[in-house]
């Protein structure tokens, strides 16, 4: 085996230095490449585990190859970790030979020789090697613990935010996914149920161990560990794919019920609750039903180890016995062969017995390594754009379908201009906002502002000169003043600037706390009209220089309607590019162009009257308008 370290002194130094920082990373070069040489071994036993079907070690890849992102980066910091745990794992098993090799003593050598000061020897050592077992134990699950919880800070934030960049295009998949998957990998890696994986490697220093003391007990003892791995195999082939259906309904069934509880007033007002229950139950049932039928074989199979186990255990002490009585063995080897075969068999029991958290664990970690991790880069931060926006030919099909709801789209805005999105219902015009946004990505072609594509901008850099409010607004939970600000760092001037111009400043003064007032998850404490003004005062917050608004008007009364062409009006004063899409003509009227969208194709597009006498629309100003005139 190769040394762990040059002398005794620098291995001394490496190893108290690792356990008092709880966290075996601290590793030198030369001790980690020796490290992972020594415990490659472990790491494939890990990687068999985590992926039967997998002809290479993903894992090794992981601890062994340079990291290409932020999740094998994470992995691969943490390198000493694993490693230090496969180390202290072995020294842990290595002491788990005190109790059998102390009665091995205790029958052959201090009955026979009455010796009183052999007696407390062995004692002595035996303590000292059992209290040194005790601190290797802990330093072992505090190590596998701090791992996992670096694993999910590091990763949590990632996670979510490309939970967030995926959730317009995931086509109804599970939300933030990724982040549960994460605490499920968290929790096993503290939990007992890991401690298994990095034991049953070392199953052949107990093996050995009985070899060495009889051939027939060491032969007993290995034929019966390959059958206990034979029976892990089985159940892992038996279960594998049940508990991965149940695991997916289960989910499936929890989204449901989010869905139900976001959607309660509409579920509540029309009387949906039995309905919406009874198909929710009808989920739930052919979870558990799937649960149970393969939790029985995991049990059925984990009795069937235990059984197996204990029947080795009399064997072994019977075959003992009777070796012993032809005066092949001693007394105390019977004992300590009887206490060693429990030591190696039970890392695969144990496995055995939790083997639905291993799979769980292990969903969870191909779930992470399938992930889309964003790119580490460094890129270059490009300047305010001014807002001169060019679509190229942009085309656009939903996930899991074949026919584009947006097909060969092309139009350019100057800064300053505004265009008025018009269409009919499923014409395709929410989509193409949110393709001019940078939510979607385009099939085909190409979104650009100020002559650089969206993919070429940070979205920290792009986001705060977009101000958009979506048809399905929805507020965060805080305060308004938080809503309107983005959550970014309060400047209560812009603030209060930006409700201002959407005319909802007299009415969050009117609320209970003004700006500060909490307005509870999704907006639920306010109205539509008053979660509509503040939706439109986060749009206009900052320095924007493109608002895309869709649908501004729906919930808004006669007033709101007057602050809405204001704060178009303000658009226009200040050069910045809009985007309105909207039903209403008194809206359309305060733009520069019109695109008619029909079936995800351009219909018509041009100057405001010309497309309109095209369309042999009537030019009349509303009353809002009127209105807004007539206003001082």
């Not at 050598?109 to 090697?129: E, G, H, M, N, Q």
């Not at 082939?237 to 019920?257: E, I, M, P, V, W």
């Amino acid at each position: 085996m190769t040394p762990l370290c040059c002398s005794a002194a620098s291995r001394s130094r490496v190893l108290r230095r690792s356990i008092l920082m709880g966290l075996g990373a601290v590793i030198q070069p030369s001790t980690r490449r020796s490290s992972v040489s020594m415990m490659q071994r472990g790491v494939q036993w890990f990687c068999r585990v985590f992926s039967w079907k997998s002809k290479t070690c993903c894992l090794a890849d992981y601890f062994l190859t340079q990291p290409a992102n932020k999740l094998t980066s994470t992995i691969a910091s943490l390198r000493g970790a694993f490693v230090w745990s496969a180390v202290f794992s072995l020294c842990v098993n290595l002491l788990l030979l005190t109790v059998p090799l102390y009665l091995l003593q205790l029958f052959d050598r201090v009955l026979t020789s009455r010796s009183i000061d052999t007696l407390w020897v062995l004692t002595l050592i035996a303590v000292i090697a059992l209290i040194a077992f005790g601190i290797l134990e802990a330093v072992r699950r505090h190590v596998l613990a701090r791992t996992g919880a670096i694993i999910d800070r590091q990763l949590a934030t990632s996670a979510l935010a490309t939970a967030i960049r995926k959730a317009p295009v995931s086509a109804g998949k599970q939300r933030a996914a990724g982040v549960k998957d994460l605490q499920t990998l968290r929790t096993y890696l503290g939990s007992q149920a890991f401690l298994p994986l990095l034991d049953a490697p070392w199953s052949f220093i107990f093996l050995a161990t009985i070899f060495f003391l009889h051939p027939v007990l060491g032969w007993l003892a290995l034929a019966a560990f390959v059958i206990l791995g034979l029976t892990a195999v089985l159940n892992e082939r038996l279960t594998r794919d049940g508990l991965s259906a149940s695991q997916a309904q289960s989910a499936a069934n929890n989204a449901a019920a989010e869905n139900a509880v976001e959607n309660a007033e509409v579920v509540v007002a029309m009387g949906m609750t039995g309905n919406v229950v009874g198909k929710w139950r009808t989920g739930l049932e052919a979870a558990v039903a799937q649960w149970n039928a393969t939790t029985g074989r995991l049990v059925t199979l984990g009795s069937i180890s235990k059984v197996m186990r204990l029947l080795v255990q009399v064997v072994v002490l019977a075959t003992g016995a009777l070796l012993t009585l032809q005066g092949t063995l001693s007394p105390g080897a019977m004992i300590a062969a009887s206490i060693l075969v429990t030591r190696a068999l039970g890392p695969v029991e144990q496995l055995v017995g939790s083997w639905g958290t291993t799979v769980s664990a292990r969903n969870a970690y191909r779930n992470l390594k399938q992930e889309e991790w964003p790119q580490e880069q460094a890129t270059t931060s490009l300047p305010a754009p001014a807002g001169a926006l060019r679509a190229e030919n942009i085309t656009y099909v939903h996930p899991g379908q074949e026919k584009p709801v947006i097909q060969g789209v092309s139009f350019e805005l100057k800064p300053g201009e505004s265009l008025g999105l018009i269409g009919p219902t499923g014409s395709g015009k929410t989509t193409l906002a949110r393709l001019l946004l940078g939510v979607l990505p385009p099939r085909l072609g190409s979104v650009r502002l100020d002559g650089a594509s969206l993919a070429d901008w940070d979205e920290s850099d792009r986001g705060p000169h977009i101000g958009y409010l979506p048809q399905d607004l929805e507020l965060f939970e805080g305060t308004v003043a938080e809503n309107i600000a983005r959550f970014g760092e309060a400047d209560s001037e812009k603030t209060v600037q930006a409700a201002q111009l959407a005319g909802a400043h007299d009415t969050i003064l009117g609320l209970a706390q003004g700006y500060d007032t909490p307005v509870g998850p999704r907006g639920v404490t306010l109205s539509g009209g008053q979660r509509q003004r503040i939706a439109l005062a986060r749009a206009l917050y900052g320095d924007v220089r493109l608002v895309v608004l869709d649908e501004p008007n729906a919930n808004q009364d006669r007033a709101g309607e007057v602050a809405l062409l204001r704060a178009l009006q303000w658009l226009k004063q200040k050069g910045i590019t809009s985007i309105v899409i909207a039903h209403r003509p008194a809206i359309i009227q305060y733009v520069d162009k019109i695109l008619v969208l029909r079936d995800g194709k351009v219909a018509g597009l041009g100057p405001r009257e010309q497309v309109l006498t095209e369309l042999g629309a009537a030019t009349e100003q509303p009353a809002p308008a009127q209105a807004l005139e007539a206003t001082p």
